[in-house]
Structures are given as C-alpha cells and as structure tokens.
C-alpha cells in the first residue's frame, strides 16, 4: 500500500471539513466541476508516463490553463511532477502523475 504525504492527507481532511460546514452554493457548484475536470484528467493520463498539456486539452476539450491550475495543485500535494520548457514563444508543460488515487480535495481556495 502506498503512503500519502502529509500535505495530500491534509488536503482530503480539509476537503471532507469543508463539506460537512459549509453551506455556500456557488463555491460548492465551482468545487464540484473542478472535481470533476480533475477526475477527468487523471483518467486520461497514464501513472509515470509525461503528457503534454496542450495535447491533453485538445482530447479532453478543456482549457489549457485549467489543466495547468490543477496540475499545480497537484503538484502542491505530491501526486504530480510538472515539468516547464520554453519553444521559441511558447510554455510548453509536461505532466507525470504518480500511481496514486485521487480522492475529492479543494481547487479553489
């Protein structure tokens, strides 16, 4: 069985808090999609093997900057490596997901 690190355990306590004490509509609808948005993703990808982000936004028909917003949360909890390259003009980012499960955490604050 895999450990999780202190930050992504952190990350699923404060999730379930937030949802058994708060009662704020609009904030739990903006949860909900990013959840759903990074459950999505994290279907897609393949655990140890780097995939491009703006190829995964054109399969998934996501934006590539709401890829990224949950790549770097990821990252912040250690379920991610993100590498960042320059190309001329552009940012190009890799992303490699570790083999761990993903549980609902929070996108938004």
Known sequence: MLQ????????ILR???FWKNHYDKDRMRRELNYNQRAFKIHSHI???KWCDAENLSHELQLDKREIMFIAK???????CEVIERKERYRIKYKIRTK??????LL???
């Open 15 to 17: 999730n379930d808090y």
């Open 107 to 109: 996108y938004s604050s």
């Open 46 to 48: 393949e655990p140890r």
């Open 4 to 11: 999780l690190s202190k930050g992504y355990k952190f990350a």
């Open 73 to 79: 949360k990821w990252k912040e909890y250690g379920l």
């Open 99 to 104: 083999k761990l499960k993903l549980y609902y």
